[in-house]
């Protein structure tokens, strides 16, 4: 097996064609919409949701067999089709256009491969296994899902947020700093969606002197909730 290189793609306004219209091409038309991509979907049959999406003018369909010539334009390309001959045809016609492939559960055929994915927001933690074990991809996200809340989203937005006002008032915070302010007592407020005061929280901790164990002990809220 290849040794994949890791990356995440930007693939907003970029015109992607998914070959396939059953319940697989179908997560992959939605991953790409969710990523912001202009998606070109070929296929004589799709599901319901493929073919509402059509409708709405939401991606491009064309009702029919792939034919050579359909990934022209494109900028990445996804065979999702029980058809060997069809996507090993679509594997070539990308090679020949230098546009990345991946076909669906075929690792040989393809230039990329999708990890299996947690979303919390900004947040996007991407478990691959080279293609050897999807079962096992899948085994570790759900770990992942466990570990890595829903309140890391808001964690997220709260992080952003204190970087932009570092930045307004010219100041910058170590990485060992932002470690030691990235705490269980922050998440908690988060998780309590007390936002607000986390923001406030993480500030000041960040603009605050002194070391580790300074930190430490302002790391608490005291027991009404108010931040330090």
């Not at 995440?8 to 998914?18: E, G, K, P, T």
């Not at 999702?80 to 069809?86: E, K, L, S």
């Not at 829903?150 to 970087?163: F, M, N, T």
């Not at 910058?172 to 407020?189: G, K, M, Y």
């Amino acid at each position: 097996m290849p040794s994949y290189y890791p990356v995440f793609l930007n693939l907003q306004d970029r015109r992607c064609v998914v070959i396939g219209g059953g319940d697989v091409a179908e997560r992959k038309v939605l991953a790409l919409r969710d990523c912001g991509a202009r998606v070109t979907l070929v296929s004589p049959d799709v599901t319901p949701t493929l073919q509402r999406l059509a409708d709405e003018n939401a991606l491009e369909l064309r009702r029919r067999a792939y034919q050579a010539g359909d990934l022209a334009g494109a900028w990445l390309a996804i065979a999702a089709t029980d058809d060997t001959a069809v996507n090993q045809a679509v594997q070539r016609e990308a090679e020949e256009r230098g546009i990345f492939v991946n076909v669906v559960d075929v690792s040989p055929l393809c230039s990329f491969i999708a990890p299996s994915i947690v979303r919390r927001g900004e947040i996007t933690l991407a478990v691959s296994t080279g293609g050897v074990g999807p079962a096992l991809a899948r085994h570790i996200r759900e770990k992942l899902e466990r570990v890595v809340g829903p309140e890391y989203a808001g964690l997220a937005r709260v992080v952003a947020d204190a970087r932009k006002a570092l930045h307004a008032r010219g100041k910058r915070a170590s990485p060992e700093r932002w470690r030691e302010c990235l705490n269980d007592s922050l998440l908690e407020l988060v998780r309590q969606e007390r936002l607000d005061e986390a923001r406030d929280y993480l500030l000041q901790n960040l603009l605050r002197e002194g070391g580790r164990s300074r930190m430490a002990a302002s790391a608490r809220p005291g027991p009404t909730g108010d931040t330090p």
